[in-house]
C-alpha cells in the first residue's frame, strides 16, 4: 500500500537522506566551495555532465562538482520547489531579477522579438526595453484588455512574426492585478512559432505562487519566481527561481553555470525552512487580504480596490481568474481619493503595516508604485497601464486580520 504525498508533507523531508549527514532531522548548511572526488574517473564523468559534452545516462545523478555548478542544499531546495508547479527541474538564483534575465537571455537571440504584457515589474520592465535592444532582441508589448486578434495584431506589426522568440507575461500584473489568458499566449505561441526554434511562453508566478497556480499546466513553458517574496516569505533574503521541462532546464541551469549566479548554500538553507510553512503562511494571508479588500471597497475615501477576490463573476477576466487560479491571494491594491498627498498621507500614517517595497512575507507591507518600485518606467507608460498616483499598493501578513483593519482605517481617517 502506497500514499502520493502532497507538496506540503514532502517540504520536511523530500530530497534529504539523514544517513548522509550523521542522522541530522533537517539538511545542514554545506558550507563548502568544493567536493572531492572519489577518483579521476568519477571527477571526469561528473564534469562530462555539468558541461553538456553528453547527456546523463538512465539513472545517472550529476555528483558534486563546487558550489557554482551544484551543492547539497541547493539541490535540495530544488528537488522540492519543483513539486509545486510539477515541474521536472528547478534553478534557484540570487535573485528574482537573475533568474529573469537568465530566462531572457538563455531564450532570445540577436534579430529575435519578445512579446511581454505591461504592467510587469520595474526591472523587468527596464531590463527588456533598455538592455535587450543593446543585444540586438526587439520587443512588442500587449496590455490585459487586448484581445487575441489584437495582440497578434501587435505580431504582425512589428515585421517580425516569424522571429517571435519569447512570450514573457506576468500575471496578476505587479502592482495592478490584472490577469492575462495564459491558454491565449499558448495558442499564440503556437500559431507564430520562431522560424528557428520553438516561441516559448515564460509566466512570472510571483504574486501566485507556487500554491495558488500552476502555469506548466495551463501551457507555460517556464515559470519565474522572486523567491523572495512568499517562498522566502520572511524578508531575511534574495532568492529567484526558473521552473520547466527537463530539456530546457539543462539550458538554464548550463547558462547559470558560466554567469555564475545561483544562490549562496546559505539561502538555499533558509528556503528549505521557509517551504516548510509555505502552504500555511500562503493561507493565512490569503483569508486575511479578502477580509482587508472587503473593508476597503465600501471606503469612502478608497476609488477602486484591485483584488481578485472581488472580480465581478459576470465579466471575462472572471473566468479566466477561475480557469488559473485556485484563490484571490494576498496583494492589493486600491486607488484612494486625493492623488500623491493622500497616499503620502495614509502610507506615512500606518502604524502596524510597514512602509516598504517587497511583499509576500509574514508582514504586511505598503509601498506608493508609482513613485517607488515603478518609477523608472516612463510616465505616460505607468499611467496606460494603471499606475497613477492614486494607487497604493498592500502585501498582506499573517498579522490578525482585525488588526490590520484597525490599522488601515486610522490610517485612511488621517487623510
Known sequence: MSQEFKPESLMMSHGYKPELSEGAIKAPIFQTSTFVFKSAEEGKAFFEVAYGLREKEQ??????????????????????????????????????????????????????????????????????????PKIGVEYAVFHPENTQEEIEEIIEKTGKKDKLGLIYIETPANPTNTIIDIEMCRRIADKYRNGDDNTYVCVDNTYMGPVWSKPLEAGADLVVYSATKFIGGHSDLIAGAVLSNAELMTRVKTLRTFLGNMVSPHTAWLMLRSLETLKIRMEKQCENAQKVANFLKDHDKVKKVHYLGLIDENSTEYAVYKKQYNSPGAMISFDIKGGEKAAFKFLNSLKLVKLAVSLGSTESLAQHPQTMTHCGIDPEARERMGVTEDLVRVSIGVEDADDLIWDIKQALAAV
Open 59 to 132: 539513472d545517472e545523478e550529476l555528483g558534486l562538482i563546487y558550489s557554482r555548478i551544484n551543492n547539497p542544499n541547493l539541490e535540495i531546495l530544488e528537488n522540492r520547489l519543483s513539486l509545486w508547479d510539477k515541474a521536472d527541474d528547478t534553478a534557484v538564483f540570487e535573485s528574482g531579477m537573475s533568474a529573469i534575465s537568465t530566462v531572457l537571455l538563455e531564450f532570445l537571440k540577436p534579430g529575435e522579438l519578445v512579446l511581454y504584457s505591461s504592467p510587469t515589474y520595474g526591472g523587468t520592465d527596464h531590463f527588456i526595453q533598455e538592455f535587450l
